[in-house]
């Protein structure tokens, strides 16, 4: 996640943001939910959402108010059991509690961007999400903070 792809410069078009969703397949929701991972990752490296309607509807959920919300709220969630020390309940990945206090403004200010970020980027959507849920990405089992910071720069440029 060093670089950002160029072709991840432009929004999500509108096109792709609003429809009904009754239109679209059982099929293809039961695809995107199947595969969501892997689109995540393919968004997160710039693929453009309109490639396949998987990526669409995918880009599209990332996109969601109440989507934007529940992960800028698991990122605070996260820095609050950071600084309490806090040990995850069972069968949760341990946070790396001490890159996430040193991290904690730029985290925070990620989760205050994903709130107010209505035309957001499916590339940094795709990068926050892939971080807060992901058990082996920098946030989880004691990353060192530069790689963490570097995750959560790449998400901020992208989204």
Known sequence: ?????PRI??????????GPRASLSLGLHARVFLHQADLDAALAAGADPGESPELALRARRLAGSRHRAALAEG??????HAERGEAPRIGCTPLA???MRACRPALLNLAQDLR?????RPAGLARAHVLLTD??????????????SDAVRAAEMAL
């Open 9 to 18: 410069s432009a929004p999500l078009p509108k096109r792709l943001q609003a």
């Open 1 to 5: 996640m060093s670089s950002i792809n």
């Open 97 to 99: 509690r001490r890159s």
């Open 75 to 80: 990122l605070e969630r996260a820095v609050r």
């Open 116 to 120: 107010a970020a209505e035309d957001a």
């Open 135 to 148: 058990g082996l990405s920098p946030l989880y089992l004691g990353g060192d903070s530069g790689e963490l």
